[in-house]
């Protein structure tokens, strides 16, 4: 993997209130609707710091999603196939990100595997990640650490998961089309921290 959806006030409003959580929520809305990416400080520290470093700079608004992965748009000789939206700031191969390259901590390290929803840094080789993601369709072992998708088998460094939204993810996906790099990508217009008041409403898994 190379480079590199307006939440709806009632579905905060009407989710009962958990306990308190060390997670982070940020709020990712696309032209499309919006998700919910929960990213835990304490697991994937690195990862973690520069996805919020980027978030409360604003430097993820006005990215794209422009790369989404099917077992259809992959070749036939692709041995071990999976299935991502692929999102971010859609920076061209030769333009420096704002914010410099962060150490790859692997699954290895963090403990986060890469399952039905999880939100990993896309990369060239390991310490070469910045300002592009993706989302995994479905579970995805390969891109863990020791998975096969990638040559040196350091897998991708998984950091978040997706826990409200779902529903948009999957319509992301839908945009699919015959070439992984799709010819209109789709706005991501801000990515924000949620308030304690909103994460405190979300009804999620412990």
Known sequence: MQRRQLFAVPLLACLPVLAADARIYTRVDTELGAFVVAVDPAKAPITVANYLAYVDARQLDGGKVYRIVTPANQSAETKHKIEVVQWGRHQADDEQAPRPPIAHETTAMTGIKHR?????????????????????????????FGGRRNPDGQGFAAFGQVVAGDEVVRALYGKAEAEQYIKQPIAVRSVRRLSAQEAAALSLPR
Do not use: H, Y
């Not at 060239?124 to 990640?129: I, Y």
């Not at 993706?134 to 072992?141: K, L, R, V």
């Open 116 to 144: 039905n929803g999880t939100v990993s840094m896309a990369r060239l080789g390991p310490g070469t990640a910045t300002a592009e993601f993706f989302i995994c369709i479905g579970d995805q072992p390969e891109l863990d």
